[in-house]
Nanobody
Framework: QVQLVESGGGLVQAGGSLRLSCAAS????????MGWFRQAPGKEREFVAA????????FYADSVKGRFTISRDSAKNTVFLQMSSLKFEDTAVYFC?????????????????WGQGTQVTVSS
């Protein structure tokens, strides 16, 4: 059974940085796409970034491009989201997700496994 556990959220001032981690277990993730999504109060869950586990190809939402970096450590089965130049509008619960294919990236319905989420709050 695939399990995803996020950590690293917290309270940060605008302009600051945070690094989120997603510890993945339950199988090998070769051929998977790992993604980060976020959901602010009253809004739909939206795509943030994704990475192909095997090749390391990365994809970003326009709103975070140039500020966020997704990466993975294959040896530790962990995916990271380095967030810099944080803005108030980045405040949300951030979710790690796993898609057992390398076909899509931004469609949340393609992701079969989800973590419990970690809160990121950016103060203005």
């Amino acid at each position: 059974q695939v399990q995803l556990v996020e950590s690293g959220g917290g309270l940060v001032q605008a302009g600051g940085s945070l690094r989120l981690s997603c510890a993945a277990s339950g199988r090998t993730f070769s051929g998977y796409t790992m993604g980060w999504f976020r959901q602010a109060p009253g809004k739909e869950r939206e795509f943030v970034a994704a990475i192909r586990w095997s090749r390391g190809s990365t994809f970003y939402a326009d709103s975070v491009k140039g500020r966020f970096t997704i990466s993975r450590d294959s040896a530790k089965n962990t995916v990271f989201l380095q967030m810099s130049s944080l803005k108030f509008e980045d405040t949300a619960v951030y979710f790690c997700a796993a898609d057992p294919s390398e076909i899509t990236t931004r469609n949340r319905n393609s992701y079969d496994y989800w973590g419990q989420g970690t809160q990121v709050t950016v103060s203005s």
